[in-house]
């Protein structure tokens, strides 16, 4: 009798769960990537935010493995310009009669900088200076940095905190994101995903499931 894996092949993507730091390079996902209709539908919702509203804080909930890693990267790769990325949201937008508003935020700026941290029992001010290839410095003085940085060159920047509920027993946390919130821009946009809903920060919630 033969093995069900004779008959069956498991693509080497879905036998690892996503981790932004290793895998944000990695476009091979893009061919097995499916975009579901609440992803979709998040994408959408942060592109109506985004295009008529200063809202630049945004936090994606959902169980785990509903998938917000992966969503992490396709929007990554829609900030990126990416072709396969555009052409698949734009398909899957016009099927669902959703406006792809979201590309119009992303031509705001000529190119979009990607700083990925993921939770850890550690010290998120340190690590999300360290991602973004900076010296130590003080919070307020990175910021102030990294804006002027960004405006200089006519970049955007993203930043993803992937897991964010690591770090939420550390108590600077809540004061991390208000002031994370607070220097958001035009030009800079703040991403974070959790499995359960917080109140800690505003922010504008969005569910995956």
Known sequence: MNKLDTFIKVKQRFLKSINLNFD???EQFLDSFVLQGSSLSCLHVMGTYLTETRQRA??????YGSGKSSLALFFSG?????TDCETKYLQESVHAQLD???????RTRESWDVVTVVGRNGN?????????NYSKLPLRAFLTKFAGDLSDQKKGAIIFID???KYLEMP???????KLQNSSTRQT???????????????????IL
């Open 24 to 26: 944000l390079k990695e």
């Open 58 to 63: 945004f936090t994606w909930t959902g169980p």
């Open 78 to 82: 829609l900030a990126g310009k990416n």
């Open 100 to 106: 792809p508003n979201l590309l119009d935020f992303f």
């Open 124 to 132: 998120l001010t340190e690590d999300l200076i360290s991602a973004a």
């Open 163 to 165: 897991e964010l509920g």
């Open 172 to 178: 600077t946390t809540a004061t991390l994101f208000k």
């Open 189 to 207: 946009l703040l991403l974070s995903s959790l499995e359960f809903c917080t109140k800690l920060f505003k922010h504008t919630r969005i569910q």
